[in-house]
Nanobody
Framework: QVQLVETGGGLVQPGGSLRLSCTVS????????MAWYRQAPGKQRELVAR???????NYADSVKGRFTISRDIAKKTVYRQMNSLKPEDTAVYYC?????????WGQGTQVTVSA
């Protein structure tokens, strides 16, 4: 069984930055393609950033140029650097595979962008 633990969220002012981490543990030898998702209040969960097994990255238009996804394969950890945060970035952020089969979802980490 694989476990995902997301950390690093918090309250930040518009224009601020946060760095999220996602640690993958359990019955997994190595992490390959991974992604960050978010779910805003009243909205469906959406994929906003992915890193392929070869290390290529791509982003949703809403975060392009502001968010960066990276991986530390040795630590089985995925990171997400978020800059120039906007109130509309307020959401619970999750990591997981970008494609099926997904791992069981972690608890996510809340990011609130507010003055």
């Amino acid at each position: 069984q694989v476990q995902l633990v997301e950390t690093g969220g918090g309250l930040v002012q518009p224009g601020g930055s946060l760095r999220l981490s996602c640690t993958v543990s359990g019955s997994i030898f190595s992490i390959n393609a991974m992604a960050w998702y978010r779910q805003a209040p009243g909205k469906q969960r959406e994929l906003v950033a992915r890193a392929t097994s070869s290390g290529r990255t791509n982003y949703a238009d809403s975060v392009k140029g502001r968010f960066t996804i990276s991986r530390d394969i040795a630590k089985k950890t995925v990171y997400r650097q978020m800059n120039s945060l906007k109130p509309e970035d307020t959401a619970v952020y999750y990591c997981n595979r970008p494609d099926y089969p997904l791992f069981p979802w972690g608890q996510g980490t809340q990011v609130t962008v507010s003055a």
